[in-house]
């Protein structure tokens, strides 16, 4: 079955850059779309972004200017990037695969278990 | 954007109680919804897709509801395992948007 493993730097600083990548085994990353989620510290769930498996994307209005999602399928992952961050981007991250339907994608059906990424000086 | 608003924002249970869980979308999103069940420390559990299609491995006493607008998550009797934070989403359109959770608590 297909597992995801994210990874990337626990701590950020201010003003720099946010790298995440998520590993995916057990299967083709270019069989799937693929999405980044968030949840800052005591907040709800905030979707990222997606990656489909022809390569478009699509970002969350809020974080638009600043997110980029790429896939890399000579190594079978997918990465997150996000520029000048702030305390604001401090939560935890996950990657999870999206489930596609007959008339669209359904949701998220396989999860990573997440990296918490904090931002301070 | 479209909004995902759920009810209530927590609700004390006990083993064995049936409890109803409540998202309403900002507008008419057919049967794009899907369920999540969220435990500290975590990652989410996919529980329901299609407003009422349960996801494979997923117990019988989940079960879901509604299109349109207003769409439900109901435990038929709550078990142990089943304390935890429930999310909707919606799937209708990028970008894609969550309720704000509902926390079940044990009573």
Avoid: H
Avoid at chain 1, 42 to 52: A, F, M, R
Avoid at chain 1, 63 to 91: C, E, G, H, M, P
Avoid at chain 2, 23 to 32: E, F, H, L, V
Avoid at chain 2, 78 to 101: H, I, K, R, V
Wanted: aromatic share 10%; net charge positive; charged share 15%.
């Amino acid at each position: 079955q297909v597992q995801l493993q994210e990874s990337g730097p626990g701590l950020v600083k201010p003003s720099e850059t946010l790298s995440l990548t998520c590993a995916v085994s057990g299967g083709s990353i270019s069989s799937y779309s693929w999405s980044w989620i968030r949840q800052p510290p005591e907040k709800g769930l905030e979707w990222i972004g997606y990656i489909s498996n022809s390569g478009s994307t699509n970002y969350s209005p809020s974080l638009k200017s600043r997110t980029t999602i790429s896939v890399d399928t000579s190594r079978n992952q997918f990465s997150l990037r996000v520029t000048s961050v702030t305390a604001a981007d401090t939560a935890v991250y996950y990657c999870a695969r999206m489930l596609l339907g007959r008339q669209g994608y359904y949701g998220l059906d396989v999860w990573g278990q997440g990296t918490t990424v904090t931002v301070s000086s | 954007d479209i909004q995902m608003t759920q009810s209530p924002s927590s609700v004390s249970a006990s083993v064995g109680d049936r409890v109803t869980i409540t998202c309403r979308a900002s507008q008419g999103i057919s049967s794009w919804v899907a369920w999540y069940q969220k435990k500290p420390g975590m990652a989410p559990k996919f529980l329901i897709y299609a407003a009422s299609n349960l996801q494979s491995g997923v117990p019988s006493r989940f079960s879901g509801g509604g299109s349109g607008t207003d769409f439900t998550l109901t435990i038929s009797s709550l078990q142990a395992e089943d304390f935890a934070t429930y999310y909707c989403q919606q799937a209708n359109s990028f970008p894609w948007t969550f309720g704000q959770g509902t926390k079940v608590e044990i009573k």
